[in-house]
Each structure stands twice: as C-alpha cells, then as structure tokens.
C-alpha cells in the first residue's frame, strides 16, 4: 500500500509498504477513505514535538472497516467509522480518572504509532479508539469531528462559556472557528475574533460561523483597547488561543477582565514568557486543554453536530490525493492557497 511515512524533520516520503494483514486481539484493520491535515501533524514534520520515526504520519481520519481481530466487540467488516487520534489503556490513573488524554500507556497515531496518512491502517485497542459513524452524516464531514470539533467544543466547556458570555478567539483556522460555532452554541452573546494577516478567508469563514466583532491586530494598532472597548472597558470573560505564538498568548491573557479564563489550545512551539501576576493581583485563570479523545466524548460531539446542523464540511477548503500528501502539508505550514481545513482522500 501507499503511506506518508515520516523519517525525521521535514524528510517525508511517499513509500509502498506492507498492507496490515490479520489484526491481532482487540484489533481493527481499515481502509482509510479522509485523513484530514492538523496542525500536530506540521508540528510532527518540523521536528518540534516528540515523534518516533519512521512512523506513518496523520491522526484525523475516517473510513471502512476491513478486518477485526479477536474480542474486538460492536464492528464488523464494512462498518464506517471514524477514531481518536489517541488508543488508551482503559486501566492506568488516569483512564480510570476520565482522562484518557493523558494515559500513561497512550498510542499516538501519528506520532508513536503508524497513522492515517496511509490507504489502510491498524488500529489496536478499538473498542476504545472507534466510534460509528451514522448513515446520514458523509465520511468527509466525520472526519472532521473527533479531533477538530472535539477540540473546541471541549475547549468551550472548559472555559465555562455560558449564556452571556464575551469571548475572544485568536487564530481563526478550522480549530479557532470551531470555536466560534461552539460558543455560539453555548450561547455566548459576544465573540471577537482577532486576525494578525486579514486573510480574507478566515475572516469570511469567521462571520459565518458566528464572530459578532473582528480585530484585525496588522491594522489596529491598539487591539486591547479595541477589544475592551467592545466589552464595557472590561474585557473579555474567556479568551481562547488556538494559534500558539507566543505574542497572541500575552494578548489574551492582556484582553481578560479580572478573573476571566484563558484557555490555551494552540500548540506553543517555543518558550512563553508569563507574567505571573496575571493569577494573583487579578484572579486570572490559565487552563490547558488537550482534546479529550474518548469514544463518550467522540459520540456526543458528532450528536451536536447533528442535532445543530453544523456545517463543518463547510470548512473544507482544499482537497489532495494521497499522492500530493507534502502539497497537502505545505497549505497548511505556508498558508497556500488561504486554506482553512485540507483533507487528504486516500484510496
């Protein structure tokens, strides 16, 4: 079969090798039909995060089931399905703590473990790692949920956005707008979204999906001043970063009224600086959030999907064959082509 087989940083090859054949106890065999391209996976290629090499990349994907290994309960061959970018234990701390994000025996597709770039793939520990996709939602709207969509909307609970709420998004990719939805959801009654190009189709995207202000920090030269004008002088009550420069993380953390919440879901690729006193003499509160990655949490983000008919598919800007996996990459990194989501179709 083809893959996208990563063998250190920026050294991504297109190889054939061997199609996984007869799953082991507890595993499932897929033929990979989207794989979408995530930020992680341009963290991954860069060498900036943690990847054992060579590993197949990719982490978002969705598609048939092929085969299924002994014990493996609930799917059967043919079965559309779509998985966590994360394969837990079950059994350590904190899998039995409802956190199976952080499992201390955790398989990272992608990163730790071959992944979805890829026609087919492996998928150990199913039962936890794949969840039904329902016959009237399209696989190219599926693979968007379990990780993109999952992030924000776990990112807003975690920020305790409510009715009423004042929000702040900077980074308006797929993850920041589907932030936006999110909140919009949870019924928040302003939601500024702050730009740094103006690329035009983001800010398009962002009004679809309900921001009721727009900063744009390459044009205002006072963005907090701006952002707190539009909330009474006090800022914002929950700022959520999904770019991960440094710079827009102070500009959050700046943009909170006293006592708001920051809730960082950008990775930050380099050392931040932080001004601690952010936590006492105002009462700010700093959350991280890492997407949740449970087939509970999987299964709920798809019913907001339906029962709200969002529009993620929507999101979709760019389209590769797995062929023009580096192109799909490179939209992404270099922002060609003014992306916003890109899929990867992989048979």
């Known amino acids: 079969m083809k893959a996208a087989v990563l063998h250190g940083p920026r050294n991504l090859r297109l190889e054939t090798v061997p199609t996984p054949r007869l799953p082991s106890v507890g595993e499932v065999i897929l033929r990979v039909e989207y794989a979408a391209v995530c930020g992680t996976d341009v963290h991954a290629y860069r060498g900036s995060i943690p990847t054992k090499t060579p590993v197949v990349l990719g982490h978002e994907y969705a598609g048939r089931v092929l085969q299924v290994g002994k014990g493996v309960r609930g799917f059967k061959a043919g079965d559309r399905v779509v998985g966590s970018y994360v394969a837990t234990c079950g059994t350590c701390r904190y899998c039995v703590l409802g956190k199976p994000q952080l499992c201390e025996r955790r398989i990272l597709f992608g990163l730790n ?75 928040a009654r302003k939601i500024i979204g702050v730009v740094r190009r103006g690329r035009p189709r983001p800010m398009e995207f962002a009004k679809k999906m309900g921001v009721t202000h727009l900063i744009n920090t390459g044009e205002e030269k006072d963005p907090i001043g701006g952002i707190r004008a539009l909330t009474g002088g006090l800022g914002v009550d929950v700022a959520f970063e999904a770019s991960g420069a440094p710079p827009a993380v102070r500009l959050a953390l700046d943009s909170l009224r006293p006592c708001g919440v920051h809730v960082q879901v950008g990775i930050v690729g380099e050392p931040s600086p932080l001004d601690l006193r952010y936590l006492t003499s105002l009462e700010k509160t700093i959350i991280g959030v890492l997407n949740p990655g449970s087939t509970i949490h999987i299964e709920r983000a798809i019913d907001v999907v339906r029962a709200h008919g969002l529009d993620l598919e929507g999101l979709v800007t760019h389209e590769f064959p797995l062929s023009d996996i580096g192109e799909a990459l490179e939209a992404v990194e270099r922002k060609v082509g003014d992306p916003v989501k890109v899929v990867v179709k992989t048979t």
Do not use: C
């Open 113 to 187: 473990y071959d992944g979805a770039f890829a026609q087919y793939m492996k998928v150990p520990r199913a039962d936890r790692t794949l969840v039904k996709v329902p016959d009237d939602m399209d696989l190219r709207t599926a693979v968007l949920i379990p990780d993109m969509f999952l992030t924000a909307l776990y990112a807003v609970e975690r920020g305790g956005v409510g009715p009423g709420s004042s929000v702040l998004v900077i980074g308006l990719g797929s993850v920041g707008l589907s932030i936006v939805a999110a909140a919009r959801l949870a019924g």
